[in-house]
């Protein structure tokens, strides 16, 4: 029996059939990680995947539906570090998943260089503000504020973790897309593949979805756009079989 803590509870990942811990008040993950395990590329049976800023580890359990191979999260906060463990145990993934808990600026040393066929990182989307602009929900500001990474630490050790030819898929703003598009050149990831998500028709893109290739040669794909509402402001067909598996 796993042990839930204060305000934890249980939730379904309705279209995997798995279960994660979450909390209001501490950490409870968004369509934009959802979305991003399903953008990533995975191997299948051969290869190694490593999920940096892994939260309460979504992702990870996530992408353990779409491939056989070994998955590492790793995330810096220890609340969400032991919400994330006591996930792949209830779910009898101990085999499959492992997180660490540390910085993910560590992680090139820790792990070693250019041993990774993918990386994905779902990372905090703002900048730091003055102190007293800073949530106050201490896991919350961490989660959202490039507090402990910025923007070029996740670029830079997902291309140092990346084997020749590996891919790294990052979720973010589109205000931000210039920004990892110079980050990735910088440090030999060639965008690759670019999706724009929409709240609904009519409205500006609120997310985009771009992965890389590791000394790649330059060759963008612009995926169709993603809509997750309809004007009835039901999730569309395409949102609700990522979330639920309908056909």
Excluded: W
């Excluded at 409870?28 to 995975?42: E, I, K, Q």
């Excluded at 996530?62 to 790793?74: A, E, H, N, P, W």
């Excluded at 593949?193 to 985009?208: C, E, H, M, S, W």
């Amino acid at each position: 029996m796993i042990e839930l803590k204060g305000d934890e509870r249980l939730d379904y990942l309705l279209a995997e059939d798995l279960r994660i811990i979450q909390s209001p008040s501490v950490f409870a993950f968004s369509l934009d990680a959802v979305l991003l395990a399903r953008f990533a590329y995975v191997p299948l049976q051969r290869g190694k995947i490593i999920d940096l800023c892994t939260g309460n580890g979504v992702v990870p359990l996530l992408l353990s539906t779409r491939t056989k191979v070994d998955i590492i999260g790793v995330e810096i906060q220890e609340r969400l570090y032991d919400m994330a463990q006591r996930s792949i145990e209830y779910n009898n993934l101990q085999e499959r998943i492992r997180y660490i808990h540390d910085d993910l600026n560590n992680m090139p040393s820790v792990l070693g260089q250019e041993k990774y066929d993918v990386v994905t990182c779902n990372p905090p989307y703002f900048a730091t503000p003055k102190r007293d602009e800073i949530n106050e929900n201490e896991h919350l500001a961490i989660a959202r504020h490039e507090i402990y990474c910025t923007l070029e630490d996740v670029v830079r050790v997902s291309s140092q973790l990346l084997k020749q030819g590996g891919k790294a898929a990052f979720v973010h703003r589109p205000g931000r897309l210039l920004d990892i598009v110079q980050y990735m050149r910088k440090y030999r990831l060639e965008p690759k593949r670019l999706q724009f998500v929409y709240p609904k028709q009519g409205k500006d893109a609120n997310t985009i979805l771009i992965e890389g290739m590791k000394d790649g040669k330059a060759d963008l794909k612009v995926l169709p756009p993603l809509f997750v509402y309809d004007n009835n402001n039901e999730y569309t067909p395409d949102v609700r079989r990522i979330l639920y598996g309908d056909k």
